[in-house]
């Protein structure tokens, strides 16, 4: 059965261009009906203007969907409060929020003011954390919900120049990782998208023909697959040019060191051995990694657990 979202409603954030304008118009085109969100800021975060959001609405309004725009900035309670009002209002019920509204101020840590740190950390990690909290009664109280989280390869594997935009992209995989055991048995996933794909946060970092190959169009496909009945749950999809992956964090089987080998000097000298991911396994949550070390342990105390 082909993945569709007939009586859905999506708050999309970041909506008006780029990535979440994609996103927006093809949760339409599949029935949902769709906030579209954006401050209307400049890449940087300033200014605000509804104009280029009520654009996207017009486009889907006259494609046949249902949308209503919304200006909401993420990174303020009150506001995001207000959305969420708004579309209870309008079709009393939200089964999907794609937390994709992000501003770029890029540059090395040396010089970079903890103003563009607070700001970056404030629209990226906590936008995503206030929005995500202001829809999570209601979907657990409807006992269904599809939470996207946008992280991105800066924050995964780093990038020169974005320690605030990684350190706020590592963290909305973070978050990730708890809210999908919170959210599990009310049917709420939680699941995160890393895009590569030529936006105005991004059209001056990459040459012209590159940019060519990364239309925003590429990403939404692995979006709508995640915002669908069909989702995973604790996944990150990467995305761009055509290209899908996932990336998970794994952890080496380790070593055991005795007492009075637990030096600096034998951490050193055994480190390629603990570093060894041939045996590499995913955790499923904190309690799994615990749980490995204290049988690893006691095993080789020779102390016999439960």
């Given at each position: 059965m082909s993945i569709n979202f007939e009586g859905r409603v999506a708050i999309v954030t970041g909506a008006a261009n780029g990535l979440g304008r994609s996103h927006a118009l093809e949760l339409a085109r599949l029935?949902?009906?769709?906030?579209?969100?954006?401050?209307?800021?400049?890449?940087?975060?300033?200014?605000?203007?509804s104009e280029a959001a009520e654009k996207v609405v017009a486009e889907?309004?006259?494609?046949?969907?249902?949308?209503?725009?919304?200006?909401?900035d993420v990174s303020n309670k009150e506001q995001v409060q207000a959305m969420v009002q708004q579309t209870l209002d309008q079709?009393?019920?939200?089964?999907?929020?794609?937390?994709?509204?992000?501003i770029l101020r890029d540059k090395s840590f040396a010089k970079m003011e903890m103003s563009d740190w607070d700001k970056v950390i404030a629209v990226h990690l906590t936008g995503s954390a206030i929005?995500?909290?202001?829809?999570?009664?209601?979907?657990?109280?409807q006992g269904y919900g599809r939470v996207i989280m946008t992280t991105s390869t800066s924050g995964l594997y780093g990038n020169f120049g974005q320690t605030n935009y990684g350190a706020a992209k590592m963290g909305v995989a973070g978050m990730m990782n708890t809210l999908c055991l919170e959210g599990e048995k009310y049917d709420i996933k939680i699941n995160c998208v890393a895009p590569t794909a030529a936006t105005r946060m991004t059209e001056d970092l990459m040459p012209k023909e590159v940019l060519a190959l990364l239309e925003p169009s590429?990403?939404?496909?692995?979006v709508l697959f995640l915002a669908s009945d069909q989702a995973p749950n604790r996944r990150i999809l990467?995305?761009?040019?055509?290209?899908?992956a996932t990336v998970r964090l794994m952890e080496s089987e380790g070593i055991y060191l005795r007492e009075g080998e637990r030096t600096p000097d034998a951490i050193a000298a055994h480190f390629e051995e603990l570093a060894d991911m041939s045996n590499a396994r995913e955790m499923h949550n904190g309690g799994e990694h615990v749980s490995k070390i204290l049988t690893k342990a006691a095993q080789a105390k020779g102390i016999k657990l439960g």
């Open positions: 029935g949902a009906k769709v906030v579209v969100n954006d401050f209307g800021g400049a890449r940087d975060g300033t200014g605000g203007s889907i309004v006259e494609a046949g969907g249902e949308a209503i725009a919304n200006g909401a079709w009393g019920r939200i089964d999907i929020l794609v937390n994709n509204a992000g929005c995500t909290r202001a829809v999570w009664p209601v979907m657990r109280e590429e990403i939404t496909p692995a990467l995305a761009g040019a055509g290209c899908y």
